[in-house]
Every structure is written in C-alpha cells, then in structure tokens.
C-alpha cells in the first residue's frame, strides 16, 4: 500500500492495468473490488493462488496478504479515572472530529444527539450515506459503510446503521454527549457520556455479522484520512500476529500519521496468554484493558437455605421462585450422540431439552447459549477461569467458582429433589481497581520484541456505553431483551478511552504530533502493580492512563514519518519498499541503514535478550513543553539484578520547544523471565516517567 499517486492521477485504470497483466481477462475490471486512491495507492481484487504469484513480482507492487477477517476487540469510568463533567474544556473541542472504524452506529440514541453543536468543521470533506432510515447530524457528521465482496448476511443492514452495537458503543464512549439515568435495567445507573462530548463523529462502517474485512478496513482508512478526521478509533484486530504490511491496520495508521492523525488500537482479547497482543505497530497507540471500581455479583440461594455468590449481569428476576436443578451431565442429549462427559459443560445442542426444560442446569464450564436453547430456566456454572469481568446471558445465570461449585455439586447429589433460584445482580466495589483484566493481551510486541506493548491500560471492563436497539442484552439470538445502552468488557472498551483523551489533548495542543500526543500520554501514565498483574509492563505498559496529567506532561518523546522510515530500515525493510510505501525519495542507506530498534524515541524502553546477561544503551531526545527555563533530573527505580545509568543525568532547557539528547544505559542479569526498572525526569512539578523492561527469550 503506497503513497498516493502524484498529480490526483487515477489509480483505478492502473490497478485495472495491473490486473489484465496477470489475469488475461478481456474485462479485469471484475476482478476489482476496491481501488483505493485517496490517501494511498492500493486496490482488492479476486484472485487465485497463481495470480497473486504473480502480482507479487510485478513492478511497484509493496506487498500482496488475503483479504482475512478481523474480530472486533464501555460511565463511571471517567470518573473513576479523575476526568470529572467539570475539567477545563478547550473551545476547539467541538472543532475536532474522530473517525470510529466499526460495526457502525445507532443515530437516533440519546448520545449521539447534535444539541448545541454547529455545524461541521470546515475542514470535514467526508459525506453521509443516508437513507430513508438513516441520516447524519451535527454530531455524527460522516457515515459510509464498506463491503467490498458485496455480500450480505441476513442480519447485515446495507447502511451505515449498527446491527451489532459494538460501533455505538465504543463511538459512544469517544465523543458520546451526557446523557442522565443511563442503565441497564437499573444496573450502572448515572450519566453516560464521552471523553469529549462536543468532538464530531464520523462512522466508518467496516464491520458486519461475519466480522471485518480487511480490504473494507483499508478502504475505510483511505477515506477518513482524505475526510478530515483528526483521531482514528478502532477497535478490532487480527486473531493472529501479522507483520507491519500485511496488516490492515497497521498500513492505515502509517498512512495516518503522515497527516498528523493518530490512531489508537484495542491490545486483543486473547490475554493473558504472553506476545497475544495484535495491534503493536510503533507508530499507533495500544490500548489495554483495566478495571474500575466496579463489579456485578449474582446470589444463588440454593433449597438447603445455603447461598452462594458468583459474577454475572443478571438483569432477569426469578421473585425467589425455587426451580428444580440438573447437573449437566445428567441430562445428555444422547439421541444427538451425547454423554455426560460432553453434557456437563451445556455445549449448545449437548443437553435434552426434554430433561433441562423448566429447570436449572448446573455447568462445568462458562456456557453463554447451550442452556438457552435447550430450554432451561436458569444456569449456574463454575471452574477456575478468570472472575473480573462478568457477561451478560440469555437467561438468569451466575458464574461460580470451583469451591462454591463443588458446594453445590455435592447438594445435589445428598438431596431427592434439589431446588435453586438466581436473584438479579447487583453493582458492588472493585477494591483492587485499576488492573489489567485476564483478557486483556499480553505483549512483548511480536514482531519487534524491543517496542514494549501495549502502551498504557485504560478502563475496559463493566463500561455502559450506548447499543444498537436490534441486537439483543446478551447478543444471543432469542433474548427478547433489547435496550439502548448496554455494559460491554473488553479492549474495544479500552481503546476509545484512549481516542478520547488523544482528542483532548490535540484540543489543547492542536499542533502536536500523533507521537507528541502519545508521549503525553505514556509518561504521564500512573504506575500499576506487578502484585496483580504478574506480566508487568507486557499487561499495561506504561501504565494507567490519567486523562488530566497528560495535558500537561512537560517533555515530551517526539517523533515523525522519518524517524518510522529509518526504523523500518532498521528492521531490514529495503529502499525500494520504503519508497513505494511512502511515495518519495526514502532511502535505507549509510553505515547505519536506518536507526537500531533502540534508538527509535520511543517514550519506553525493552531490551530482549537471549542470554542472562544483557548490557544495551539506549539514545532519546525530548522536547521542553514546560517551563522555557527548566532543570529536569533523572530518577532511577530499578531492582536487585539490573543497573540503570543515564547520561546526562541533569537536562537544563532554556527555552519551549528546546530538544536535548540523552542516554539510557542498561545492563544486569536476569534471574527471572523479566525485570522492570523506570526512568523518570523531574522539574519538581513533571514527572516524565518511561517504563524500562528486560526479558528473555528462546
């Protein structure tokens, strides 16, 4: 994916051009899905194994990958973080607007109404699909939807509408206006609303029942970028780890910053497995997923008078009528080939419905939808999986743990006819919030060990945030329960808490780059706890995010396009590759070719090592956006087993906008998988403070 072609030249004839070269076809325009032209050179087209052989060795073509799927990755979460409805708001708020790539938007909802906004910034080129049952306004600015292969599933709505409402959601969570007595069935009752509640909206639609495709998700990043946006949101990422320009998302992000525009990306949902983390290019922003204060548990009063508790979003309410319960591996539905060795873990179609229908059934494992259709009135289930953040079911359910299971097992089998009944949920204290949730993925950066990712953690778990009114409570087919806000967990939560505060703070500092903007952000993050997260900085990064430190972080990690370019260099991408994709006179050239993974100005530092012992230097320039007349200190925090020295250790700033250089030098030796350190600078009113991890690997 290139740099758009010079002179506004068409690029469709010349990908047509391309494709006669290599299909023969008399019409290769029906090979053509897509031509992207906008903001950068690149098309989709249909072809067989043979012709992308071949088109990969054609002149000027960067990289040829299939057109995969993505997966998409919610408010007192603002206030938990300090951000309160009353913090200082810039004038140019509502002058900036943020492209949310998604599974759309719901229009008509309550957060996303224009009151008191004018009309679009001038500088918004974009346009709106409307129809007859979808239209824009001042708040939501822009919609288009993108769906190159042209086919669409039942539950698919040819517009920019959301069927799903993820897209509502995380749109909701960027730049949602207040919204007073949000809830869900009096569940997270209070003010919903976005991180900046007077920025534009422009929905890209790229999401549909069958997931996201990548050529949709290049298509889309085309146009936002020509459009005007000035924050890109997007919550979706690849099941797995893919190279910088094979991967959709991180191909537009490039593109994006060469205009300025940042854009955050959700970590994954595949944690807390270690190197899950899917969205990791060093030019975007990733977002992990943390904890609030927040926490829904479920009671299950059992017929011995015993209670139990566990976690789900139970907004069902059984009136305390006692239902008759069944253990899973009781009731197999052997007519389909089951027993109770499958039975009990309730696998959709492992139950007979004759059996569980009218009662409670008792599970081995977590069961969204097998319980549900086989017709039970209840669920209980239990084993040792992970219990921070609670799911929303088709019927009345709790989520055990193994002890309170084993409780339970052992009533129903010392009792005839062992009765149960669930009670609605309710919201209690999360104590030990912020922390990285179990799903939320782990890195090191897979491609390029020595970036440290994710780059900082923000709220992604119990988040209220607004819903598409046709896709049901529990996004189960047949609950009956639909509602125009919902409380969703995930890293698609955590991102647009990120995009939010991106947007702020570019409110503020309208000329800072995206990697100014992401440096505020990192350094200024607050330091979380190893106790908990035992994965350290490869959980959350630099930390957890603190919207009000950021606006004013001191130093700040600058970079832009070269410095990208010469790192790519450095990861052996060749000068005719760099120059395809950038469009210019880029060159991988020198003594160096390119600057070492260490010396990109990176607001972190990692440093993998193969061997126990490590000793690696590292160089970094910041730049004084404090006081013009400023001394700032180095502060090192680093454990038994690993030595930190920093040269200067004293930076003397004698104007804005003055960049002094410096050097971290770290060596040591590694008696666990991983140790940690830090380097903060400090004026006495700044704390710039940059995570330091050395790791093993194989």
Same mark, same amino acid.
């Given at each position: 994916?290139?740099?758009?072609?010079?002179?506004?030249?068409?690029?469709?004839?010349?990908?047509?051009?391309?494709?006669?070269?290599?299909?023969?076809? @008399?019409?290769?325009?029906?090979?053509?899905?897509?031509?992207?032209?906008r903001?950068?050179?690149? $098309?989709?087209?249909?072809?067989?194994e043979?012709?992308?052989?071949?088109?990969?060795?054609?002149?000027?073509?960067?990289?040829?990958?299939p @057109?995969?799927?993505?997966?998409?990755?919610?408010?007192?979460?603002?206030?938990?973080?300090?951000?309160?409805?009353?913090?200082?708001?810039?004038?140019?708020?509502?002058?900036?607007?943020?492209?949310?790539?998604?599974?759309?938007?719901?229009?008509e909802?309550?957060?996303?109404s224009?009151?008191?906004?004018?009309?679009?910034?001038?500088?918004?080129?974009?346009?709106?699909?409307?129809?007859? @049952?979808?239209?824009?306004?001042?708040?939501?600015?822009? +919609?288009?939807?993108?769906? *190159?292969?042209?086919?669409?599933?039942?539950?698919?709505?040819?517009?920019?509408?959301?069927?799903?409402?993820?897209?509502?959601?995380? +749109?909701?969570?960027?730049?949602?206006?207040?919204?007073?007595?949000?809830?869900?069935?009096?569940? +997270?009752q209070?003010?919903?609303?976005g991180?900046?509640?007077?920025?534009?909206?422009?929905?890209?639609?790229?999401?549909?029942?069958?997931?996201?495709?990548?050529?949709?998700?290049l298509?889309?990043?085309?146009?936002?970028?020509?459009?005007?946006?000035?924050?890109?949101?997007?919550?979706?990422?690849?099941?797995?780890?893919?190279?910088?320009?094979?991967?959709?998302?991180a191909?537009?992000?490039?593109?994006?910053?060469?205009?300025?525009?940042?854009?955050?990306?959700?970590?994954?949902?595949?944690?807390?497995?270690?190197?899950?983390?899917?969205?990791?290019?060093?030019?975007?922003?990733?977002? *992990?997923?943390?904890?609030?204060?927040?926490?829904? $548990?479920?009671?299950?009063?059992?017929?011995?008078?015993?209670?139990?508790?566990?976690?789900?979003?139970?907004?069902?309410d059984?009136?305390?009528?006692?239902?008759p319960?069944?253990?899973?591996?009781?009731?197999?539905?052997?007519?389909?080939?089951?027993?109770?060795?499958?039975?009990?873990?309730?696998?959709?179609?492992a139950?007979?419905?004759?059996?569980?229908?009218?009662?409670?059934?008792?599970?081995?494992?977590?069961?969204?939808?097998?319980?549900?259709?086989?017709?039970?009135?209840?669920?209980l289930?239990?084993?040792?999986?992970?219990?921070? *953040?609670?799911?929303?079911?088709?019927?009345?359910?709790?989520?055990?743990?193994?002890?309170?299971?084993?409780?339970?097992?052992?009533?129903?089998?010392?009792?005839?006819?062992?009765?149960?009944?669930?009670?609605?949920?309710?919201?209690?204290?999360?104590k030990?919030?912020?922390?990285?949730?179990?799903?939320?993925?782990?890195?090191?950066?897979?491609?390029?060990?020595?970036?440290?990712?994710?780059?900082?953690?923000?709220?992604?778990?119990?988040?209220?945030?607004?819903?598409?009114?046709?896709?049901?409570?529990?996004?189960?087919?047949?609950?009956?329960?639909?509602?125009?806000?919902?409380?969703?967990?995930?890293?698609?939560?955590?991102?647009?808490?990120?995009? +939010?505060?991106?947007?702020?703070?570019?409110?503020?500092h309208?000329?800072?780059?995206p990697?100014?903007?992401?440096?505020?952000?990192?350094?200024?993050?607050?330091?979380?706890?190893?106790?908990?997260?035992?994965?350290?900085? $490869?959980?959350?990064?630099?930390?957890?995010?603190?919207?009000?430190?950021?606006?004013?972080?001191?130093?700040l990690?600058?970079?832009?396009?070269?410095?990208?370019?010469?790192?790519?260099c450095?990861?052996?991408?060749?000068?005719?590759?760099?120059?395809?994709?950038?469009?210019?006179s880029?060159?991988?050239?020198?003594?160096?070719?390119g600057? *070492?993974?260490?010396?990109?100005?990176?607001?972190?530092?990692?440093?993998?090592?193969?061997?126990?012992?490590?000793?690696?230097?590292f160089?970094?320039?910041?730049?004084?956006?404090?006081?013009?007349?400023?001394?700032?200190?180095s502060?090192?925090?680093?454990?038994?087993?690993?030595?930190?020295?920093?040269?200067?250790?004293?930076?003397?700033?004698?104007?804005?906008?003055?960049?002094?250089?410096?050097?971290?030098?770290?060596?040591?030796k590694?008696?666990?998988?991983?140790?940690?350190?830090?380097?903060?600078?400090?004026?006495?009113v700044?704390?710039?403070?940059?995570?330091?991890?050395?790791?093993?690997?194989?």
């Amino acid at each position: 994916m290139g740099n758009r072609l010079k002179n506004d030249v068409s690029a469709s004839p010349q990908h047509i051009n391309m494709l006669q070269k290599i299909t023969g076809s @008399n019409v290769p325009s029906k090979h053509l899905l897509h031509s992207y032209k906008r903001s950068f050179n690149g $098309f989709a087209a249909m072809l067989t194994e043979e012709e992308v052989k071949k088109m990969a060795g054609l002149e000027g073509v960067v990289t040829v990958f299939p @057109n995969r799927k993505k997966r998409l990755h919610t408010t007192k979460s603002w206030d938990f973080m300090g951000f309160s409805r009353q913090v200082e708001r810039s004038k140019t708020e509502g002058d900036l607007i943020v492209g949310v790539l998604d599974s759309g938007i719901w229009p008509e909802s309550d957060s996303f109404s224009d009151r008191g906004l004018g009309p679009p910034p001038s500088k918004w080129t974009g346009t709106c699909q409307s129809s007859s @049952n979808f239209t824009c306004n001042n708040k939501v600015i822009g +919609a288009k939807y993108y769906r *190159a292969i042209g086919k669409f599933g039942p539950r698919d709505l040819q517009s920019p509408r959301d069927s799903d409402g993820h897209g509502s959601h995380t +749109a909701s969570t960027v730049a949602g206006d207040e919204v007073s007595m949000a809830n869900l069935y009096g569940l +997270a009752q209070g003010t919903a609303r976005g991180g900046v509640p007077s920025a534009r909206i422009a929905v890209y639609k790229v999401c549909w029942s069958d997931g996201c495709n990548d050529a949709d998700i290049l298509a889309a990043f085309d146009d936002a970028i020509a459009d005007g946006v000035d924050i890109i949101s997007i919550s979706l990422g690849s099941p797995t780890p893919r190279h910088y320009f094979r991967d959709p998302i991180a191909i537009g992000a490039f593109h994006a910053i060469r205009k300025g525009i940042l854009t955050s990306t959700s970590a994954g949902n595949d944690g807390p497995g270690i190197a899950s983390i899917t969205n990791y290019s060093p030019w975007s922003l990733s977002v *992990a997923a943390s904890t609030i204060d927040r926490k829904f $548990f479920t009671k299950v009063l059992l017929g011995s008078g015993k209670t139990h508790e566990g976690i789900s979003i139970n907004t069902f309410d059984l009136k305390s009528d006692m239902y008759p319960i069944i253990y899973g591996a009781n009731a197999p539905n052997v007519s389909a080939g089951y027993n109770g060795s499958i039975s009990r873990y309730c696998f959709p179609g492992a139950l007979d419905s004759n059996l569980v229908k009218g009662k409670i059934v008792f599970c081995d494992t977590l069961q969204n939808r097998g319980p549900f259709f086989a017709g039970a009135v209840g669920a209980l289930m239990q084993d040792d999986g992970p219990k921070d *953040a609670a799911k929303s079911f088709p019927i009345p359910s709790s989520y055990l743990d193994p002890e309170a299971g084993k409780e339970i097992y052992s009533y129903m089998n010392t009792t005839s006819d062992p009765t149960a009944t669930i009670f609605k949920s309710y919201e209690g204290p999360d104590k030990l919030a912020p922390y990285v949730a179990s799903f939320s993925s782990r890195g090191p950066n897979p491609v390029t060990l020595d970036i440290l990712k994710p780059d900082l953690a923000a709220p992604g778990v119990h988040i209220l945030a607004a819903w598409s009114l046709v896709n049901p409570v529990s996004e189960v087919q047949g609950d009956d329960r639909f509602v125009p806000y919902n409380i969703l967990s995930g890293t698609s939560m955590a991102c647009p808490h990120g995009s +939010a505060i991106a947007t702020y703070i570019k409110s503020f500092h309208p000329t800072w780059s995206p990697a100014a903007i992401k440096s505020a952000l990192m350094t200024t993050a607050r330091p979380m706890s190893a106790d908990i997260n035992p994965e350290a900085e $490869f959980a959350y990064g630099a930390g957890h995010i603190d919207p009000i430190q950021s606006l004013n972080p001191g130093l700040l990690y600058d970079a832009d396009e070269t410095d990208y370019v010469d790192f790519l260099c450095g990861q052996n991408y060749t000068t005719k590759t760099l120059q395809l994709v950038t469009g210019d006179s880029s060159a991988c050239s020198g003594l160096k070719n390119g600057t *070492a993974v260490w010396d990109l100005n990176y607001p972190s530092f990692a440093l993998s090592t193969s061997s126990e012992a490590f000793n690696r230097t590292f160089t970094r320039i910041v730049t004084n956006v404090g006081s013009p007349t400023s001394t700032y200190t180095s502060v090192v925090k680093a454990p038994t087993g690993i030595k930190v020295t920093v040269i200067p250790s004293v930076l003397t700033f004698s104007s804005a906008g003055q960049k002094l250089p410096f050097s971290v030098t770290v060596e040591g030796k590694l008696n666990r998988f991983m140790l940690s350190a830090s380097v903060t600078w400090t004026d006495g009113v700044h704390q710039v403070r940059s995570p330091i991890v050395a790791f093993l690997v194989a």
